[in-house]
């Protein structure tokens, strides 16, 4: 159980700030590997097209406005109610890295081409940001959007944020299978692989901060 600690006395523990530089450091070398990762390794390596028998049950529609809402909803939410726990935040902020790390290595070597008839997720922000404005259909196994809702969930302590953060997750993975964004595997692992890495980042923190 991590406990709650001031910002000023976590930053006081050089544990405490070499972790939160190195998470700083990670978070800017995947906002700029991503485009490369994307253009110059994932798009030219053949992908598998799957045979999806729960995207056939619906025609695609655009939910983007849905689904990005209770992204930024549940984030906000989760900062507003943490933002005074730093070690919450900085775990928040290392599993998040792992994440991404992670899903850099399963697109690779799961490479997947999209549904046929995918109506593309285009990230109002990250999009903006990370892609400079590209839109990367193969980027699937696994959901990137799913694994982050649902480590918003690992992270919160409160019952009843954690019921929220859940339906929020569950609600958006509706929704972007309905969009044909991803195929239903890539949705079914994405909270299997957040939790184990949430679950090692935790087990790595309580080494590094004991009395947390």
Wanted: glycine residues 2%.
């Amino acid at each position: 159980m991590i406990k709650d600690s001031s910002w000023k006395q976590a930053l006081s523990q050089k544990h405490f700030r070499s972790h939160l530089f190195v998470s700083g450091l990670a978070v800017i070398f995947i906002i700029w590997f991503i485009p490369y990762f994307f253009n110059q390794i994932l798009l030219p390596k053949p992908g598998i097209l799957l045979n999806d028998f729960v995207l056939k049950q619906s025609e695609p529609r655009d939910w983007s406005w849905i689904i990005f809402g209770l992204i930024y909803s549940s984030v906000l939410l989760t900062l507003t109610f943490n933002y005074w726990k730093p070690f919450i935040i900085l775990l928040g902020i290392e599993t998040y890295v792992a994440i991404n790390l992670i899903r850099m290595i399963t697109l690779y070597l799961v490479t997947l081409e999209p549904p046929l008839d995918i109506i593309p997720l285009i990230d109002p922000v990250i999009t903006k940001i990370a892609y400079g404005n590209a839109v990367y259909l193969k980027d699937l196994f696994f959901s990137g959007h799913v694994s982050t809702l649902f480590l918003l969930f690992l992270l919160e302590l409160n019952v009843w944020r954690r019921i929220i953060l859940m339906a929020s997750t569950i609600v958006v993975a509706f929704f972007i299978l309905w969009q044909h964004v991803h195929y239903t595997v890539d949705v079914l692992f994405a909270p299997f692989f957040a939790w184990v890495i949430f679950y090692l980042v935790q087990k790595i923190h309580t080494y590094h901060f004991p009395n947390t």
